[in-house]
């Protein structure tokens, strides 16, 4: 079973636009991960954030954590074409030997 | 290209049949995972191999078995293949044996099973 919920299911902007794209759970988490999916392509990893941050930059990217609404959120500045792709959250839980990635958020970028 | 490759990239079976999917991780990285990608059950951790040994159990199957070699490459056995095991089948690697750690992913083998 999924233990994120990424929202929305997808997302369509236009080229120079930001995107949101969150990231609930469920658990108490040691860390939350970003990851992006090029269509049927290997998952890379884009930024990590820990429990204890509750924000994270990485050059476009921006990662909020709430800890108090177990809720996450990627921002993706200025959008580019190249950064169509699906983007799934995955947390890893205290004493528990497991990852859990969400639906995904699948994002369109039109030139 | 994250350094971890898998091997074959397309594979396709019949029913009741057994395949084997190979990982070789990144250089110096210690775990592997294989992760089952489905349309409808989304992206599904399956098992944790670090340096050998079995570290962490996700959703895996009785039918599906994995081992991690000495030199560390790993092989996921697929047994008795039913259709609805048709999937991406991912394997990542990372450096130490804490599952959290930021994973790199392989370019995935294509399952399909008629």
């Known amino acids: 079973s999924q233990q994120g919920e990424e929202d929305p299911q997808a997302l369509s902007i236009q080229e120079g636009e930001n995107a949101t794209m969150n990231c609930s759970y469920k658990t108490s988490i040691n860390n939350l991960q970003w990851y992006r999916q090029n269509s049927g392509r290997g998952l890379v990893h884009l930024i990590l954030?820990?429990?204890?941050?509750r924000e994270k930059h990485s050059g476009r990217l921006r990662v909020t954590l709430d800890t108090s609404k177990k809720s996450s959120s990627l921002l993706i500045t200025a959008s580019r074409a190249a950064d169509t792709a699906s983007y799934f959250c995955a947390t890893a839980m205290y004493n528990n030997n497991d990852m859990r990635f969400g639906a995904g958020t699948r994002l369109t970028v039109k030139p | 290209d994250s350094g971890v490759t898998q091997t074959p990239k397309h594979l396709i079976t019949a029913t009741g049949q057994r395949v084997t999917l190979r990982c070789s991780p990144r250089s110096g990285d210690l775990s592997v995972y294989w992760y089952q990608q489905s349309l409808d059950q989304g992206l599904q951790f399956l098992i944790q191999y670090y340096n050998g040994e079995e570290r962490a159990k996700g959703n895996i199957l009785e039918r599906f078995s994995a081992q991690q070699f000495p030199d560390l490459h790993s092989e996921l056995n697929l047994s008795s293949l039913e259709l609805g095991d048709s999937a991406l089948y991912f394997c990542?690697?990372?450096?130490?044996?804490?599952?959290?750690?930021?994973?790199?992913f392989g370019p995935g083998t294509r399952l399909l099973v008629l």
């Open positions: 990542a690697s990372s450096v130490g044996g804490l599952i959290h750690e930021t994973q790199y």
């Open positions: 954030i820990r429990s204890n941050e």
